[in-house]
């Protein structure tokens, strides 16, 4: 079975989802991601969906569970590319991917993860820069 | 009201579920539906496509091309000799999930088309019809 | 129709061609339907005498206009009716055209058949009623284009949907004119979402100064839009808020969550300068022959 390629850009991991996700591609994702921000100790994930022309409560519910529990193992995650038919057709569906950020490409999304760890940071103190 | 054309196909693992999807595409762009228009058309299908497979055990969805007057539609109707539904209010309350999560799939569904239609008889199976007019 | 009436309007028609074309031209010309500005007698004359050719033809056949037989004249008057709506004729003064006809039609009919009451009464009903119908028959085609018109129109108003401007790196505005429709909102807001991508601007302001009346429609519409541009990583900033508008959504219990709100375009432009780090400063006066 393919599995979705995960690629590491400096503190970050990010992963382009271009085919069609079922099941057990999802599963095994989210399996490897989590082995992957464990192993490099990444800080961030970054989700590409700009390949995506549809996203489904399936889908939304990957992408909610893969932040779940990223900001377990202390990462954040950003979702980027999303295109206008599918997010206006997300907002007629109801779904609302809460605890999952959203930016419109990687660039940006890793200029929002670099803030959010700032925030983070100044934000509880549990690390001293 | 008269249907203009008429297609089955099997609805019976994630492999078909992907076909559907891109059989409701090709269908929804032939119709003349809009970007957007098409996307919560396949959204609406890959919905209830999964349902079908994941809880009604596989079955079948119709594709009907219609013409009422002026106006055209694009009707799915999805089958199963599943389990069927206890009960429908509660599966069809928004964000209502059973085990993995039937989730949004018939509310969403429902939000996305213009008609909604479903029988389900627990024991015999399910039905869903859902339309989408231009 | 009697058999004696039956035979009698195809004949007549036959016989007396010119004489009733020539009293029906005149008629035309004389009636206060008549737009002399907008046609000539020549046209008159041929368009009158085209049609009592193909009513001649058809009329052989019987009477009733939904026969094959009778769509050369049908075609005819869809035609003339047509031109004339483009001319600028009124649906009135163009079934005139018909109804006109029935004058010289009848004078004829009670001349010949001034003898035979029942068929005269025949003959003139089944010349009323069929001249009635075809007179019908041009305001619904008169109708049906005017509907073809407004229909265009509607697309030509959808198309014609304000630009979305870029008002400096990662700041887009739009700014909404007119009443909003749903449909027409629908493509202006795609327009939007489609911009930010393409031109990868975070921040876009909606401005509502040209919109003279915001419903609960519209407000759902605006809501719908911002709440997609926020799950696509930007935000939006609506501006143009009027007193009266800020009084209707209020009583319209139309909740804008979190959603910024600005007076005016400016404000609102301050704002998303502000959000990128940026500030207008005054450069210090260049003095002038120093």
New interface residues.
Partial sequence: MERIPILKMGRYLLVTIQVDMHDRLAMALQDDLMEQIRRHHAEGVLIDISALDLVDSFIGRMLGNIAAMARILDADTVVTGMRPAVAITLVELGLSLTGVRTALNVERGMELLDTAREERETGDGRRQG | MAVVRDEQVSVRS??E??RV?QFA?EWAISLGFG??D???I??AA??LA?NTVIYGGGGTVRFQALNDGPRRGLRLTFEDTGPGIADLQLALK??YSTGT?L???L??AK??MSEFEIHSTPGQGTRVAVTRWK | MTDGAKSALPSLLGRYDKEILEEWVKLQLASDTHRADLVTERDVRSESQRFLEATRTAIANGTDIRTPEWNDVKNLLTEISQSRARQGFSPSETAMFVFSLKQPLFGRIRTELAKDPAALADATWAATSLIDRLGILTMEVYQKGREGVIQRQQEELLELSTPVVRLWDNVVAVPLIGTLDSARTQVVMENLLQEIVNLGAAIAIIDITGVPTVDTLVAQHLLKAVAAARLMGADCIISGIRPQIAQTIVHLGVDLGDVVTKATLADAFALALKRNGLTVTKVAAVSSGS
């Fill in positions: 994630e492999d579920v992907v999807r595409r970007l957007v098409q996307t919560k396949v959204t890959s919905e999964r928004d964000g999560g989730g949004l799939g509310s969403g939000r996305l």
